[in-house]
């Protein structure tokens, strides 16, 4: 004899019933039911209902663009002044690489640095950038022109391109008159015009301080504009320099010392090459 047990799914109270059953042949054997909860499943052949999906109201909209609205104007001026630093970093890399140029011009030059009668030819002074440029180009290496500007501006250069055929930085005028020279010059009108003196050139081991001595550097203050921008000649904004010894420092006017002509000109340092730019104060 042996058991077995059905569960059968019926309406009503669960419950225990025992019930017997003859077998031909055999013994009469138990077989148990449970009965429980019938719930049958029934598939439907109609398709489930869907709903509509459901828009935006007008006040969820609403306070939707009130929110990016507030997202933005949290992140615009960071992004501004991320764009205004990369900038500046550019007009930095620049100074790098007319650094560059400038060495390999005094490795093929003797160690002197660029020197020429001015006025030069084009009628520009070689300290204003329309002047140096054409000594260093060849060792920028490209097709630079007017056009084509490339490490000569800077990228916050608001007149550059159109004032000065795209060229940001100026070059001391102390580096082609000697200091001697440089001591008759006491006004910004002895760097240009009748009263400019003979150039002489000057070697790069004659340079007393290269840390602290401008080579070149921005003529107008891009990175801080300021209502009357007088360049080099003028004691507000910042720029940025590069030294003799290769360096680039973002310096504001009132960090240079004054020179001959009693402002912030690197043209008309006080004993020349020989002589301090930077810092004002030791």
Not at 123 to 139: A, C, D, I, K, Q
Not at 154 to 167: F, H, I, L, S, V
Not at 174 to 183: G, L, R
Request: with cysteine; aromatic share 10%.
């Amino acid at each position: 004899m042996f058991c077995f047990e059905f569960i059968i799914m019926g309406i009503g109270e669960n419950c225990d019933k025992t019930a017997r059953r003859d077998l031909p042949g055999e013994k009469q054997m138990p077989v148990r039911f449970r009965w429980g909860n019938f719930r049958p499943e029934l598939k439907s052949k109609e398709p489930h209902p869907t709903w509509p999906g459901r828009g935006f109201t007008l006040i969820e909209l609403l306070v939707v663009i009130a929110i990016i609205a507030l997202l933005l104007a949290v992140l615009m001026p960071s992004l501004r002044k991320v764009r205004s630093i990369a900038k500046r970093v550019v007009c930095a890399h620049n100074l790098k690489q007319i650094s560059l140029a400038v060495d390999l011009y005094l490795y093929s030059n003797d160690n002197t640095y660029p020197c020429a009668q001015d006025p030069l030819p084009t009628g520009y002074w070689l300290w204003m950038g329309r002047g140096w440029r054409s000594f260093v180009e060849p060792h920028l290496g490209g097709n630079i022109d007017p056009n084509n500007p490339s490490v000569l501006f800077c990228p916050q250069d608001r007149e550059a391109k159109d004032k000065y055929e795209g060229t940001s930085y100026s070059y001391s005028l102390a580096f082609y008159h000697n200091p001697e020279q440089i001591a008759d010059m006491n006004s910004t009108a002895d760097t240009y015009g009748a009263n400019s003196q003979p150039s002489i050139p000057q070697r790069s081991m004659n340079v007393a301080r290269p840390s602290g001595k401008i080579l070149m550097g921005e003529w107008l203050s891009n990175h801080t504009p300021i209502n009357r921008d007088d360049g080099w000649w003028c004691w507000e904004g910042r720029r940025n320099y590069l030294f003799v010894d290769g360096q680039v420092s973002l310096l504001r006017a009132r960090e240079i010392r004054p020179a001959r002509d009693g402002l912030p000109d690197a043209n008309l340092t006080v004993r020349g090459i020989k002589g301090v730019d930077w810092p004002a104060l030791e």
